[in-house]
């Protein structure tokens, strides 16, 4: 099993800054993947962010591209997600997931097979 405990949100106003933390602890060995995903009110999750963790390889959706950053401390079993820009459309709760997927890009949501409890971002405008 693997643990991840999200920090880091909170309410900003357009244009403003926030960084996530994501810390994971349990059997990390078997996982290849953190992923950040998001789920607004009457909306689907979708996904944000991926990185893979050996190696550093990120993904990004394309709202996202050029304000967000996802980037990893491997020593402190950790993912960041920086957030600039912010939109009122980035308001949602935000989640850290885990996955072992051996495929290119960003991994499909049903290979996130560990997920953390949610913290809520709010852009206000």
């Known amino acids: 099993q693997v643990q991840l405990v999200e920090s880091g949100g909170g309410s900003v106003e357009a244009g403003g800054s926030l960084r996530l933390s994501c810390a994971a602890s349990?059997?990390?060995?078997?996982?290849?993947?953190m992923g950040w995903f998001r789920q607004a009110p009457g909306k689907e999750r979708e996904g944000v962010a991926s990185i893979y963790t050996r190696g550093g390889v990120a993904n990004y959706a394309d709202s996202v591209k050029g304000r967000f950053t996802i980037s990893e401390d491997n020593a402190n079993s950790t993912v960041y997600l920086q957030m600039n820009s912010l939109k009122p459309d980035d308001t949602g709760v935000y989640y850290c997931?885990?996955?072992?997927?051996?495929?290119?890009?960003?991994?499909?949501?049903?290979?996130?097979?560990?997920w953390g409890q949610g913290t809520q971002v709010t852009v206000s405008s």
């Open positions: 997931a885990a996955a072992k997927y051996y495929g290119v890009g960003f991994p499909p949501m049903e290979e996130y097979k560990y």
């Open positions: 349990g059997n990390t060995w078997n996982t290849n993947s």
